[in-house]
């Protein structure tokens, strides 16, 4: 059974707190995204890397930034959260021909 | 930019009816998927149409895309609780490698 998994499913941290957000995809994806999804405001690309040190900025990149040191792992990195970063984060992967893309459970940050 | 317009935003029936969820573009998309996620879930594929006028049917759900491949439309018919949830659709355009995804239907179907 093929899977993205993401290390946590609920964070609280601190405004001004680096938090890490990891995932992971055992289906040897070359595509990794990461996308926040707020109410009303659907699935927004934050970043996406299509190989391994390779990184894109998504939609909306302020504020954080990316991490792709094996394949199979793709980090998300808030360095220092704030309020607005309250949200679920969601991790993806797809193969480079394109097709199914695969989602992880998500992670519900919240920022006090 | 490319976008998908999804409509209704939210959408409340009772059991048995039938409905129609809608995926907007004024972009060409060489294919377009549909997902949907259940709450505290990530979004999971439920089908991908490839060809302008397609019809493709999942026990009670038909998918269609346009014909000019710039729309796709999810009609379920006697919808039952079990399919609550977020509707969303998906576009792939020529060599990009992500998709772009529509705002998403929120659909509660009541006993």
């Known amino acids: 059974d093929v899977k993205v998994t993401q290390s946590s499913r609920y964070l609280v941290k601190r405004t001004g707190e680096k938090v890490f957000l990891e995932c992971v995809q055992d289906?040897?994806?070359?595509?990794m995204f990461w996308y926040r999804q707020d109410p009303g405001l659907g699935l927004r690309l934050i970043y996406f890397s299509y190989d391994v040190k390779m990184k894109e900025k998504g939609d909306i990149p302020e504020g954080y930034s990316v991490s792709r040191e094996k394949k199979e792992r793709f980090s998300l990195i808030l360095e220092s959260a704030s309020t607005n970063q309250t949200s679920m984060y969601l991790c993806a992967s797809r193969s480079e021909w394109g097709g199914e893309q695969f989602f992880g459970p998500g992670t519900r940050l919240t920022v006090l | 930019t490319q976008l998908l317009e999804q409509s209704p935003q939210f959408l409340s029936i009772q059991e048995g009816e039938n409905l129609t969820v809608y995926c907007n573009s004024s972009?060409?998309?060489?294919?377009l998927q549909w997902y949907r996620q259940e709450p505290g879930e990530g979004p999971v594929l439920l089908v991908t149409v490839v060809t302008g006028g397609e019809v493709k049917k999942l026990k009670r759900l038909t998918f269609q895309f346009g014909d000019a491949r710039k729309d796709s439309s999810l009609h379920i018919t006697a919808a039952q609780p079990g399919d609550t949830g977020l509707y969303l659709c998906?576009?792939?355009?020529?060599?990009?490698?992500?998709?772009?995804f529509g705002s998403g239907t929120q659909l509660t179907v009541l006993p």
């Open positions: 289906m040897d994806h070359e595509n």
């Open positions: 972009s060409v998309f060489s294919s």
């Open positions: 998906a576009g792939e355009a020529g060599s990009a490698r992500q998709l772009t």
